[in-house]
């Protein structure tokens, strides 16, 4: 399918032989990701009112998510719908242990999706939905009918925290963190979602357009009642000052962080689900990638950002 923004190439859906994480024409996707998520992408129905969160992984994600939430809640964390609201829309929602382990596993068990998708379709108006898709796997509509927030940051921090989050796991194995950042700029080990690079250019390309915002997470932490503002504004959500502060408090790492342990805690004790992520709230600060990076991976690193930027007018804050 062919459309202004997208261009799938959906059969070539296929799974690396050494490693077993599915693949969409070269793409790795983690493996809790099928194939019939990325179909039901094509014909997913985007409402007017739905606000997408996109990103590459680690580039805030969960931060933006909860302050979309946040702004469209009065600024009170308790009123967001987490039930739908912080899943994926590529990602089934299970349970860790039936989550398959295998691709073939996987494709023997395609019905695991429809629950997810149930919950989604039927999640009550404005829905606020993250996926880390790149662009042209993403509903070929969605910029005609909704709202899409894209959030970059710098790539030093992307695979620090990358590195943070899934060191040790099957994800890299027992890869060292200096191969792990060879991985993310050569796209070994089939770095999920493949190029970092890709994926922001491609939104990149669109910021210009109404109904993408492009931010920066580092502009984020630099300048919050800023960034909070553009993106009341951008919703079409102006907020009083009473509310500015609500949401600028519970945005915060702090506020957050306690948002999401309380969440926890109340579904542990009910013996509920919980849609809250409190494993991705790490440290929450820019340029953590001095303190791994040595002399010679900075090097290789500045080597590889330099060629790739070089004919490109978007610009990074490593600091
Ligand atoms: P670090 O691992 O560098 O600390 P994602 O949601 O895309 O997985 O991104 C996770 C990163 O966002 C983690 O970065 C996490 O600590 C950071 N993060 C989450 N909430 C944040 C907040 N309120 N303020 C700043 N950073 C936040």
């Not at 998520?37 to 996109?54: C, G, K, L, P």
């Not at 702004?71 to 242990?97: F, K």
Request: charged share 25%.
């Amino acid at each position: 399918m062919n459309t202004k923004y997208n261009c799938k190439a959906l059969s070539s859906f296929s799974s690396c032989s050494n490693c077993k994480i599915p693949s969409i024409v070269g793409l790795s996707l983690p493996n809790w990701v099928l194939e019939l998520s990325i179909d039901a992408m094509e014909t997913f129905q985007v409402r007017h009112d739905d606000v997408y969160v996109n990103t590459y992984p680690k580039s805030g994600t969960h931060w933006m998510l909860e302050i979309v939430g946040l702004i469209l809640n009065d600024g009170y964390p308790e009123r967001i719908n987490r039930t739908a609201w912080s899943s994926c829309i590529e990602m089934i929602d299970l349970g860790i242990n039936k989550i398959p382990k295998t691709r073939k596993e996987e494709l023997a068990n395609p019905m695991i999706m429809t629950p997810f998708l149930d919950v989604v379709e039927r999640a009550p108006s404005p829905r606020v939905m993250q996926t880390h898709l790149p662009w042209n796997l993403l509903p070929p509509d969605i910029l005609q009918r909704a709202k899409v927030v894209y959030v970059a940051r710098n790539p030093k921090d992307v695979v620090n925290s990358f590195f943070n989050f899934l060191g040790h796991t099957r994800a890299f194995g027992n890869a060292s963190y200096d191969q792990v950042v060879k991985a993310f700029i050569h796209q070994e080990y089939n770095f999920r979602y493949g190029s970092w690079f890709d994926h922001v250019m491609a939104a990149w390309e669109l910021r210009d357009e109404d109904n993408i915002l492009f931010m920066f997470y580092e502009d984020i932490q630099k300048e919050p009642v800023k960034s909070i503002e553009k993106v009341a504004e951008f919703l079409g959500r102006p907020l009083s000052e009473e509310t500015l502060q609500r949401v600028l408090e519970k945005s915060s790492f702090k506020g957050m962080t306690k948002t999401y342990r309380e969440a926890k805690e109340k579904a542990t004790k009910n013996g509920e689900a919980d849609f809250t992520v409190l494993d991705v709230m790490k440290k929450g600060t820019s340029g953590q990638w001095k303190e791994r990076f040595t002399v010679a991976l900075n090097e290789d690193f500045d080597e590889w950002f330099g060629k790739k930027m070089k004919d490109t007018d978007i610009r990074f804050d490593f600091e």
